[in-house]
Structures are given as C-alpha cells and as structure tokens.
C-alpha cells in the first residue's frame, strides 16, 4: 500500500518540483538584485513593475509569493523624465510652422481644450508662428475688467483647488491633501534683503510669517488648464522683494494627481515670489507642471527655468532690494507680472486681518481680474 500511495504521489512529487524550481530561480534572481546599486536596481525591476500594472487578473501576482514587489505607482510616475519631455516639447512647440498647417493644427488644439479665441488680441490662427505663441496669447484690453472694489484679485483664469486660513503650518493642495508651508516656500535664513524678520526659537512656520498681532495667515490654489489664458497678474497692490527658485520635477498639477501625490507641489519646480503688502506678508508662487519647460518672471532676466545645470532638491536665491532700490519692485494690481508656458498652477499665500473674506467656492471656474477675498 505504501508503494502504491507513493506511486499514486509520483505525478504530484514531479509536479511539485517542477513548480518549485522557477520560484527557487527567482529567488535567486532576486538575491542578485538586491546586491545591485539603486540605478541598477530600478532599470532591472520597472519592466517587471510596468507589466505588473498593464497585465489583466493580476497575472504578475504570483512573483509576490517569492519576494518580488512592484514600484509604487507614484514611484513610477516620479520616475519618468518629465524634466528632459517638458523641455523637447518646448522646442517642439517653438518649430514655426507653415502658414497652411497652421489654421487645422490651431483648431484641433483649440477645439480640444475648449479655447475662446474671441478674446485674443489677434483672432487670426494664421498669425501665430507656432504652438508656443498660441499657447501665450494676449487678450483684448477690456477681456478681463480688474475689480476695485476688492482688496485681492484672481491673479490668473483657472479653477479655485482651495483656499482659507492656513492651519498648523499645512497648506491643502486638494480637499483632504496637505503639504508643509515650510518645505513649500523653503526654509527661512537669517539673510538681511529677505521680507521677514529673523526667526524666534521654536516658534511654528506659520507664526515667523505673521508679521502683526492680530492677523492670520491664508492661502489660495488656482490651476490653469492648458486651454485657459497662460498669463498672470498682480493680485493686489504689493512690492516684490525676494525671489527664491526651486528646480524639481515637471509632474502634471491637474486634479486627479494632485489628489494622488501628497506634497506634489513640493516635487515641483516652482518660483516663490514673496514681499509684503498694506496687511504684511505676501507671496505668490508659480509652480510648474508636465510641458511647462518656461515659468517666465517679466522683470527677473536671470530666472531660468527647467535648466540641467541646476541640481534637483537645491533653491536659489535671488534679492531685488539693492543699495539703488532699498524697498523691491513695486506691483499694482492687475499689472502683467508673468507667463507660464502651457499651464500650471497659482498658489498664494499671504497674511491678513481676522475678518478677511474669500468671496469664492471651491471647484469654481475663475477668471483674471475677479474678486478673490477682501476685508
């Protein structure tokens, strides 16, 4: 009997074997791997991962029972040259070209995205030499009437992400995603041209940037789809004093990503424009996205952007108090202040007295020129 049982098991023993043996190669294959360097380490298993997301029924599930994991989605996405993309699209988008392409390449992109041409300065497709000057329209004069009558304007069209009182020093990207204040603006140093006072020991970020009893600290996110007007504005009359530029990724801001990378516009490359206004401290920040291989400032010459010769995780500092100009660079509200190539996002933050008031809803559409908050 016992014979005969083995002899039944024969079949299951081989088959047994057979299935062991690729999991005791991949074991082995694994051990390999994780000798590798990190480069090396990646190039190896992001096919593996790729196919892991892209096959149906989870076909890849099995490697699990030996050790293998698959990249993260996020880690994935990050790990995609977003840089070198969004800076071949920026000369793709620069290519001039012929007066008979330019009317149907202009209307699939305008019919895309939802253009309205009937505001441009120029209406004619034809006089647009390429994608990059369609992208960077001018408006008619009166397009975008700017409000007096409150004290802070949509700087730019776009849709409202989220605004209020910025609490414990986090700032929300989205509804129910937050980001550090800090490690968005950067750290404070001691430096004497900068637009706030030195830091007092262990105070919160947050408070070292509420320069007057009283107020309270807010903030405002507006995305710009590529379809919207690319420029934008001055929200309010204040002066300009520092500039600090942030090289990083040039992952996509819309929505849906925002919602699916925590601190994504602390990944971001972005420049942090900050000074000061009637109420105190007040900053705006352009942060760029996928495609958007220019944040152009009208009065700072020396900002480039999505540069190779900047190393990622670094900022850059740059003054505009001088021994010739002690106070900064003035701006009135609504004066043209700068220009995204594509589209992006806006995010202000600035500090205010307890009764200011945002006359706005979150997810709603906004144009340049329309009242954001006042008191």
Same mark, same amino acid.
């Given at each position: *009997?016992?014979?005969?049982?083995?002899? %039944?098991?024969?079949?299951?023993?081989?088959?047994?074997?057979?299935? &062991?043996?690729?999991q005791l190669a991949l074991r082995r294959r694994l051990g390999q791997l994780s000798c590798m360097s990190k480069p090396a380490l990646k190039l190896r298993s992001w096919p593996l991962t790729v196919l892991y997301y892209l096959l149906p029924l989870g076909a890849l599930r099995p490697l699990s029972r030996v050790g293998w994991r698959p990249v993260s989605r996020v880690a994935l996405y990050k790990s995609v040259p977003t840089r070198l993309l969004s800076r071949a699209w920026g000369r793709l988008n620069q290519v001039e070209l012929p007066h008979?392409?330019? %009317?149907?390449? @202009? =209307?699939? @992109?305008?019919w895309t995205f939802g253009v309205n041409m009937k505001e441009a300065a120029v209406e004619d497709l034809r006089h647009y030499r390429n994608l990059s000057e369609l992208f960077r329209r001018k408006l008619k004069p009166q397009a975008r009437p700017v409000c007096g009558? &409150? =004290?802070?304007?949509?700087?730019?069209?776009? +849709?409202?992400?989220?605004?209020?009182?910025?609490?414990?020093?986090?700032?929300?990207?989205v509804k129910g995603v937050t980001y550090s204040l800090e490690s968005f603006l950067?750290?404070?140093?001691?430096?004497?041209?900068?637009?706030?006072?030195?830091?007092?020991? &262990?105070?919160?970020?947050? =408070?070292?940037?509420?320069?007057?009893?009283?107020?309270e600290l807010y903030h405002c996110v507006i995305y710009l789809a590529p379809g919207d007007y690319h420029c934008f504005h001055s929200p309010t009359d204040w002066t300009v004093s520092h500039r600090r530029h942030f090289?990083?990724?040039l992952m996509s801001v819309n929505p849906g990503m925002a919602r699916w990378i925590k601190e994504l516009?602390? &990944? /971001?490359? %972005?420049?942090?424009? *900050?000074?000061?206004?009637?109420?105190?401290f007040f900053s705006l920040t352009a942060v760029g996205a996928t495609n958007v291989g220019s944040i152009r400032i009208y009065f700072d010459r020396d900002l480039h952007t999505n540069s190779p010769r900047y190393s990622q995780g670094s900022y850059n500092d740059f003054s505009f108090v001088t021994h010739a100009n002690k106070e900064g660079i003035p701006m009135r509200k609504g004066e043209?202040?700068?220009?995204?190539?594509?589209?992006?996002?806006?995010?202000?933050?600035?500090?205010?007295? +307890?009764?200011? /008031?945002? %006359?706005?809803?979150?997810?709603?559409?906004?144009r340049f020129g329309e009242a954001l908050g006042s008191l």
């Open positions: *009997t016992m014979c005969q049982s083995e002899a %039944r098991r024969g079949p299951e023993l081989r088959a047994a074997k057979w299935l &062991h043996f690729p008979w392409l330019r %009317r149907p390449v @202009y =209307s699939l @992109y305008i009558l &409150h =004290s802070v304007i949509s700087p730019s069209d776009g +849709k409202v992400l989220s605004f209020g009182q910025v609490q414990n020093s986090e700032v929300e990207q950067g750290p404070r140093t001691a430096a004497e041209d900068l637009p706030f006072p030195p830091a007092a020991p &262990h105070s919160s970020f947050r =408070s070292q940037l509420v320069t007057r009893e009283g107020n090289p990083g990724s516009f602390c &990944h /971001n490359e %972005r420049v942090v424009l *900050t000074g000061d206004w009637k109420h105190g043209h202040l700068g220009e995204f190539n594509l589209g992006s996002t806006i995010v202000l933050i600035f500090e205010a007295p +307890k009764d200011f /008031n945002f %006359r706005l809803q979150a997810g709603q559409k906004i």
